[in-house]
């Protein structure tokens, strides 16, 4: 499991990286955000929910049904807009509150 990072849409912010429970997450010379081991990455999505600038995107393999699609979020005052795009470019939108989007 991993995500990537869209460096022209990374504003530096550091959220990301203060949210990433396996500190994976750190920032590169101009502050950007890279990954150091994307395969260590837990999927956990901490930081593609906190990015603002939807930079995140969280990859969807085929060990968790994603069939090689893309998982990254977009805010908007409280509510979290989950955008999937499958492997042919198709778009998916699920918006939750986002208090609950960490309910399981």
Partial sequence: MSITIDREK???CGKCREVC???LLYAA??????I?????????????KECRFTAIKYYLGPD???KGGFLRTKQEENLLHWIITGPEGEEKVITVDKSKANAY
Wanted: charged share 20%; net charge neutral; with cysteine.
């Fill in 29 to 34: 010379q101009d502050g950007k955000t890279e």
């Fill in 64 to 66: 968790i049904g994603g």
């Fill in 10 to 12: 990374c504003t530096s």
């Fill in 21 to 23: 429970p396996g500190s």
């Fill in 36 to 48: 150091r081991y994307p395969k260590d990455c837990w999927g956990c999505t901490s930081c593609v």
